[in-house]
């Protein structure tokens, strides 16, 4: 009987059973693909029902893993598509970036043409300045000879004042020895009415009557000749006073002009300051610029890197945020260049304008120049004459001062 029995038990160990699983064990097995019931065969009953439990629990770890498993696909999935869109904006902005890049980079070229423009004016600007100081120093030349030629004929001037008052002296006392001379001879007249024939006669063989006759003529002729080189003294005289005139004209013309001309010579100093100044400013920005524009091609270099980077970290995040506000500041700020760039044709077109204008006030000057020292010439003629006229005058005078001592 014991044998039996224990065989029994053995049987029914042995025997396989069906359990039926819960939803979520059903659930799984779908979920796995499995379609069909599971036999479970243990030793004994209490090993069995652990097994099922195990089962049980491992089919409630399976799901979870499952749901997890599948919300982790759908995150990836958005994640992918996300940084995707992201991806397509960045190589948006690359593209727009690269082209404002495109863009600088022909306006770094536009603004190498205007330095290049600018150090020819700048050139131009010093021929001018040369010019005009030569022109200046021109100009003082001929006001240093109009203040001679002034100067000698107020000397001149002067002279004839002298000689005139000389001839009106001499004139004076020639006009009291004609008095005189009258004087005696109507003496002499009286003398020989008185007389008669026989002292008459006497006064024949002396001759005296005729001799001051003679010497009234010759009194008469020299007062002629006086006063004939009187009015070509007061001739002179008017014709030094207009000289003198012009002289004084012309002294102030150049005058004006070397004002004008140390006028320009400033304004076109401080132009070629301001245009020194503005090359330096330009040349810094520009060193300015080629190095923020070496900055923004390393942030862009980055950030094209970053974009095509499989893995995404957050300090690569932060990076690429930082080289995206660095690109913002750069082309924010290359806005406001290009701003001031719009002007600089106006900026060129003035300093062109002032260039010509600047040659036009050197060529009025030197064509009025020209007039001036051409009229100069003439007045340094006229003065080299008025010079020999004096020479004669003074020369009359000493032999009418001579005869007048004959006399």
């Not at 029994?8 to 059903?26: C, G, T």
């Not at 203040?147 to 008052?165: D, I, M, R, S, Y």
């Not at 008095?179 to 008185?194: I, N, Y």
């Not at 690569?316 to 700020?333: A, I, N, Q, W, Y």
Request: proline share 1%.
């Amino acid at each position: 009987d014991k044998k039996k029995k224990e065989a029994k038990k053995k049987k029914i160990y042995k025997q396989p059973q069906k359990f039926k699983y819960d939803e979520r064990l059903k659930e799984m097995c779908q979920f796995c693909h499995f379609i069909g019931s599971i036999v479970l065969a243990a030793e004994s009953v209490s090993e069995q029902s652990q097994w099922v439990e195990m089962l049980q629990e491992s089919g409630k770890v399976t799901w979870k893993n499952a749901q997890l498993g599948e919300a982790m696909i759908e995150s990836l999935e958005a994640q992918g598509l996300q940084l995707a869109k992201e991806k397509q904006e960045y190589v948006d902005k690359l593209m727009e970036e690269t082209e404002e890049l495109c863009l600088q980079r022909e306006q770094k070229e536009e603004l190498e043409r205007l330095n290049q423009l600018l150090e020819e004016e700048k050139l131009k600007f010093e021929e001018v300045v040369q010019d005009l100081r030569a022109e200046q120093d021109q100009v003082k030349l001929d006001l240093d000879g109009t203040a001679q030629c002034l100067t000698g004929v107020e000397n001149e001037k002067e002279e004839l004042h002298n000689l005139t008052t000389l001839l009106q002296k001499s004139l004076e006392e020639l006009s009291q020895e004609k008095k005189r001379t009258l004087e005696l001879l109507r003496d002499r007249g009286q003398d020989v009415a008185e007389t008669g024939s026989d002292r008459r006669a006497s006064l024949d063989s002396q001759n005296p009557e005729v001799q001051l006759q003679g010497n009234l003529q010759q009194i008469e002729e020299r007062m002629r000749g006086l006063l004939k080189e009187k009015e070509q003294a007061e001739e002179r005289l008017k014709e030094n006073e207009k000289r003198a005139k012009v002289l004084q004209e012309e002294r102030e013309f150049y005058s004006s002009q070397a004002q004008a001309l140390q006028q320009s010579l400033t304004q076109l100093t401080a132009d070629k300051q301001h245009t020194e100044e503005e090359l330096k400013a330009e040349m810094e920005s520009r060193v300015e610029l080629e190095r923020r524009l070496k900055l923004a091609e390393e942030a862009l270099q980055d950030l094209e890197q970053g974009l095509n980077a499989i893995e995404h970290t957050h300090e690569r995040d932060e990076r690429m945020k930082g080289d995206v506000s660095h690109l913002r500041m750069f082309f924010e700020e290359c806005i406001c260049v290009a701003e001031i760039e719009a002007k600089l044709p106006s900026i060129m077109k003035n300093a062109v304008y002032l260039h010509k204008a600047a040659a036009r006030r050197i060529k009025s000057c030197r064509i009025q120049r020209r007039a001036s020292r051409q009229h100069w010439c003439k007045c340094y003629t006229s003065v080299h004459v008025c010079t020999h006229d004096v020479i004669a005058i003074s020369s009359i005078s000493r032999n009418s001062t001579l005869c007048f001592f004959l006399v």
